[in-house]
Structures are given as structure tokens and as C-alpha cells.
């Protein structure tokens, strides 16, 4: 079995808050940079339509990296225990 | 006045105008210094008193830093950084709860403004890529076109989406928490606001806990392994 690694907590809230306002945030920036965009060379709703994409696409992606590196170090962890317990 | 805030400037040095929030500021990075310098001022080989307790963190923030960063190095390398906003955002978000603070000129928390907390990300948004190019070199530039070059703009975007939240989190709660302070203690002087001043410092410390957090996982994440 995996021993919990010391202070997991701190990895799991930092991930946690991190995915949450990553997300908000990309989006936000996306969709404002749009509207300014559209403002200055008056061509609504394209640009914000555009930024929402890249938003929602920039969260997703951050979600999906941070997925994969969990899962590597989870495999890496594993894969320690499956030494100790071999040498043991 | 601007949402509320008292924004006067006390004197100017040279172009820059200095207000209350700097000056606050300056009092929280003096009493850090002051209490770190009676830490160490004559350290032993065998620690008492306040060496023995800056030891005790010192220690601490080197374990806590090294699971959440993964190499010791770099969480060595930037524990004091990281230590250093974890006690400023602190105090400062404790500065505001001295009963009637909200009123007092000069006693408004520094974070409760979004140029302190956008300062203090700029500084995290910085020392990632420093840290990044450090361990790195030339190559941490390959990150930003990882796993494909079309991922481009993607993680242009992450990476500025990373201060903004860092920024508008710490600013939105301590803003918010003396705003909903101010307005009971106008309502209710007495007893009313310990209850939300009993909250506010838990939020104060899950605040700088989360800002520290994040900027130790930022800088892990580009001094890591993974780039």
C-alpha cells in the first residue's frame, strides 16, 4: 500500500484552489482582452466568442496537466513501495 | 476615497506619493526585522529562547517546502521568499482586526488593497521564471511550447492567469471581510463584529497559507523535473 506522503494536504488544497482559479482567471482574461478587442476595432461578438474559447480551452488544459503530473507522481510513488516491499 | 478606503498620502518621496498602506507596510517589514534580528542576534550552538523557536519554522518551512516542491534545492533556495510572504500577508491581514482599525488611518490592511496583493504576485510571477531559467537554462522556453507549438497561446494564458488569481483571491477576501466588518461595526458596535472578527482570523491565516501554497507550487512546478 502507498504511505500517504507528509503534509498531502497542502498538495491536495494547493491543487484544489489552484485548478478552481486558474480556470476562473484564464477565462476572465480571455473574455476581457475580447471585449476590448471588439470595442477598439467594433467588430462584436467575434473576439469575445473567440476569448471565451481560448478561456474554456487554457482551463481545460490546465486541468488535464495537472491530471497527468498527479498521475505520474502517484505511478512514481507505487513504484518506490513495489522496491521497499521487493528488498524487504 | 476610493470603495470606502481612506487613500491618503502622508508625503511624498520625490514623485512617489506615500500613503498609509506603505507606511503600514513599512511598520510589518520593520517589527519582522526587528523580532528576526533579536532571533539571531546571538545565536548558540545549543538554542534558547526566540533562536530556538526561528529554528523550530526555519525547519519546518525547509520539510513543508521540500514535500510540496519535491527537490530539496530549490525549496531551500526559495523557503525564505515564501516564509518571508507568509509572515507579511499575516500581519497584515491580523493589522486590520485591532478593534476599530477599520476607522484608524493607517490601520486598514495592506492586502485589503489590490496594489500590495498585485505587487506581491508580480514578485511570484517573477521568481517562477527565474527559478524556471535557473534550473533549466535555454530550455525552460521549451515549456511554453509543450507538448505542441499550438499550445502556445494556451499557456501564454496560464501563465498570466496565475497572477491575476493570485491577486484578486487575497485582495476579494481581506476587502470583503473588513468591508462586512465596517459595516457592522457601524450597525453594532459591540460584541456584533467579534463573531466575524473571530472568522477573520481564520481567514487571514488560510489566506496567507493559500498564497504561499500557490506561489511554492508555481515554483516547484517550473523548477521541476516536469520541464
Redesign the interface.
Known sequence: MTDK???AW??S???A??LA??A???V???LFVGWWLDQRFGTEPWFVALGAL??V??AI??MWDKMM?NTKRRQGLDRKDTQRDREN | MLFGMWDGVYFHLGPIPVDHLVVTEWAIIALVGIISFMATRKMQLVPTGLQNGFEAIILFTY??FT??MDEEHVAKKWAPLLTSFFLFILISNYSGLIPGAAHVQGFQPPTSNWNVTMTLAIITFFSVHIAGFSEHGGHYLHHFVSPSPL?L??NL??E???P??LT??LFGNIFGEEMVLAFLLFLAPFIVPTAIMGLSMLLGAIQA??FT??S??YIG?AAGK?H
Open positions: 506522503p507528509k503534509y497542502a498538495r488544497l494547493s491543487d484552489i489552484n482559479t486558474t476562473a482567471a484564464a476572465g482574461i480571455c481560448l478561456g480551452a487554457t488544459k490546465s503530473k | 520539510d513543508f514535500q510540496l499550445m497561446p494556451l494564458v496560464e498570466v492567469a496565475h491575476l488569481s484578486v483571491r497559507v493559500v501554497l500557490l511554492a507550487s512546478a516536469g
